[in-house]
Every structure is written in C-alpha cells, then in structure tokens.
C-alpha cells in the first residue's frame, strides 16, 4: 500500500524524540541486534512497522499528538525541570509509559503468543476428551495460532486498565557517567526487586503484573535518564527530590533488565557505551531465559456436578530478573507473607483493582454504544487516545 498524502506509513512504536536523545545527530545511533554491533543505523528506520496502528491514522495520530506534548514537558531532560512534580505531572508520565509499555512489537507478541499457548492448551485437552481420530494433540505443535491486530489489542487493553498504575508514584534516575543507559525497542520494563529478593515471594512465577506489590516500570529516556514508576508502599526512591542519582552498578543492573527485555535489539549512544559494558549486555542476554516464550501449567481434569470436565490452565513466561539490588531504593515492606497463598505475589490495592475493572467495564459500554450507532463504518471505530479514552477521566479525587 502506498502512502497518501496526510498520512503517515512509517508508524514508529518507540517515539523518535526517545530515540533521537542516543543519537549524536538524531538521524543515526549505534545498535545491538542478534550478537552484532551495527552503527550508524538509520534513526528513522528503527522500531516502526507500515500501518502498524493501522491505515486509518487513528491511533498514528493519537499518539504523534501526546509525543508532541511529552516532548514540550521532558524538554531537554536537565534533571532540575523535574525536581518538584504536581499531581498532573505525575498522572501524565503514568499514563505516557502505561502506553508505552503497550504499544511495541514486543507487546504484541507477548499478547498473542499468550492467546495462541492457551488455545493450543484448550484445544489438546478437547482432542484427548473427545478422542478425536482425525487430530492429535502432537498435531497441535506444527500449528502457530494467534490473533490478528494484536497490536490493536494490546492497545486496548492498557487502556482499559490503565487505572491500575493510579497508586503508584514516579521519580527520575540520572546519570553522568559513562558508560550511560541504553534502551530496547521494547523499553518499559517491568520489574519486581522486592519480590525478587524476598524470601516467600521470590517463589512465585509471577511477580510483575500491573496490579501486584512491589511493580517497578523503567523507561529510559536518554543515555542520562529513566524514568521510573514504582509502588509506594513497597519501595522509598532516595529522598523527597523526584530525583534519583545512579551509581555505576544501578546503570549496569538498569542496562540488562533492557537487553533481557528486547525484542530484538537495544540501542545506545556510543559515545556513552563500552566495548566491557557491551559485552555485559551480550551475556546478560544470552543467558537469561525468553521473556517472549510462553508456558502452560495446568492443574488436574475434574468432573464438574453437570458432568464436564474442568480444569485451570495458567499460562506465564520468564520475568525479567537480573538480581538487581539497586542503591538508590530502601524496601520499606518488612512483612514475612509466611501465610500467604495466593496464586503469585499479592496485589497491591484491592480498592485500585475494583475501580480499574469498574472503568473498564464502563470503556467497553462507550464503544459498544458507539458501534450501535454508527455500524456502517465498519470496525474503525477507535475511540483509545493516547492521553487515554472517550470514557469517565480514571483519575481518582
């Protein structure tokens, strides 16, 4: 499909105006992708798909728009623009790395990996009831299943959940060393140094969903800042400054928890990277476990009072977990969980869960109504912006 004019083809999933900041010219930055060093890459060529929100520039344009605002605000990133933060700052970069976090490649086929591992499971378990003769459940294996436009609900769904991060606050990591951060072409990472390193909790599989105890979100921003949101209630981030100062070890552990976390590549000003830090990232990447790859637990079939048979199928992927203990952060959760039983690490607000699922529910009716109304327009029907949705504002008094 050829580009019209108006319309944008080349449809970046990382803003440029991220990316321009590793780059000494802002046309041209150093990469790392499938163990090799390229540099002068074009900038412009880099995390962008043709219409990959889609040829009707909705959400293109949703999203160019809110760029252009967080541009005006991170300015250029000089830490003092951040030291004191007001409530609407802070909803802003929520929602800003909210929908980061779901607008990627990455994200997508996170999404669609999970869908296709839990119809697969389904599927088995229907062919060993029904003992099907035609199909095997071997069978199965040389199928890929998935969903079409992903992207479109991975989107969705953080913006049907987005309120979930109401709780938590943000504060920004800096640093002037070298070398400096670098940043995935999947770049918010979700992470857990609480329960990473607690006794109790570290057992559980999953510990960074957007809703439990001890959530950390990392964004960088330039080879000198990321962004951070994180749980209060868990963790204190240096002292009252929004404000936090890296020391060298924090921009190593921060570093790897982006080379684990891509995609398929990470990228870097090489002004500010070493040939030892580099070879850092190549092993931490290495040997660390796919976060893309998907696993199926189950539990045992049982037969239901009406006669079928049931049983739960859990689906999950390795989480991010470099061992980072960084220096800037105190955990302030002295409790043990010796009784605790939940099925992964505990959520973080009951209330916050309840109004999250009330403002989605409350999302969903607003677009069904407005596909009532207009069904001759077919299903390019997007009412997600990328400051959040035609729905009741989800910021709480």
Known sequence: MSERKGETKRQ?????MILRNFSKDGKRLSLF???????????????QEDYFYGADQVMEKSFAEEEGKMATFFGDLAPERFAILRDEDVHRLKLFVAYQHARTRGAAE?????????????????????KSTEISPEDLESVEIGIQ?????????AAKTHPILLDMNVKFITTARTPGFVIADHPVVAYNQFAEH???????????????????????????????VFDPSTYEYGGKSSVCKAGPADV???NRMQAVNAYSCFYFDDRRMTDAALSDLEQ?????????DKHVATSPMIRREDGKMSRFIVVHHAEV???????FIRAIDGHSYEDYKGPSVPIRSREVMDFAELYGKKLEEEVAKRRAARPEEGTSDTVITAEGASAPDARRT
């Open 284 to 292: 931490a990447r290495a040997k660390h476990p796919s976060v893309y």
């Open 321 to 327: 977990r470099v061992g980072a203990k960084l220096s």
């Open 33 to 47: 992708i499938d163990g090799k060093r390229i540099d002068r890459a074009s900038l412009r060529d880099q995390c």
């Open 12 to 16: 970046h999933y990382v803003p440029r």
């Open 110 to 130: 996170h999404l669609s990996k999970f869908t296709g591992a839990f119809a697969k499971q389904t599927l088995r378990d229907s062919l060993v009831l029904n």
């Open 252 to 254: 190593a552990q921060l």
């Open 198 to 228: 607690h006794p109790i909790l570290s057992r559980y599989p999953t510990s960074t969903g957007m809703a439990l105890k001890g959530l950390q979100l990392f964004l960088p921003l330039s080879p000198s800042m990321v962004l951070a």
């Open 149 to 157: 436009g992903e992207q479109h609900e991975a989107i969705w769904l």
